[in-house]
């Protein structure tokens, strides 16, 4: 059983800044991409940005320049580092893992992240 614990969501000021970590335990397999999406108010989830277990990494062009994607693979850990926060980011912030040996997605419980003006 896969489990994915997100921490780090919260409360900051426009122009601040923020730090989601996610944790996978479980039969995880080294060959993966782990990452974030996020979903708004009567939105639909979307992609934050992902790494996989080479380092390769792919952001929403929205977020592009502000928040850095980082991956510690011996400790199964994403790290996003979220700068110069605007409301438009106010979302819940959902851990993704994708297993590709088995082909299945594994996802958080999610994180609030509100951002005001």
């Known amino acids: 059983q896969v489990q994915l614990v997100e921490s780090g969501g919260g409360l900051v000021q426009a122009g601040g800044s923020l730090r989601l970590s996610c944790v996978a335990s479980?039969?995880?397999?080294?060959?993966?991409?782990m990452g974030w999406y996020r979903q708004a108010p009567g939105k639909q989830r979307d992609l934050v940005a992902t790494i996989t277990s080479g380092g390769t990494a792919n952001y929403a062009d929205s977020v592009k320049g502000r928040f850095t994607l980082a991956r510690d693979n011996a400790k199964n850990t994403v790290y996003l580092q979220m700068n110069s926060l605007k409301p438009e980011d106010t979302a819940v912030y959902y851990c993704y893992l994708y297993i590709t040996i088995v082909r299945k997605n594994y996802w958080g419980q999610g994180t609030q992240v509100t951002v005001s003006s």
């Open positions: 479980g039969s995880i397999f080294s060959i993966s991409t």
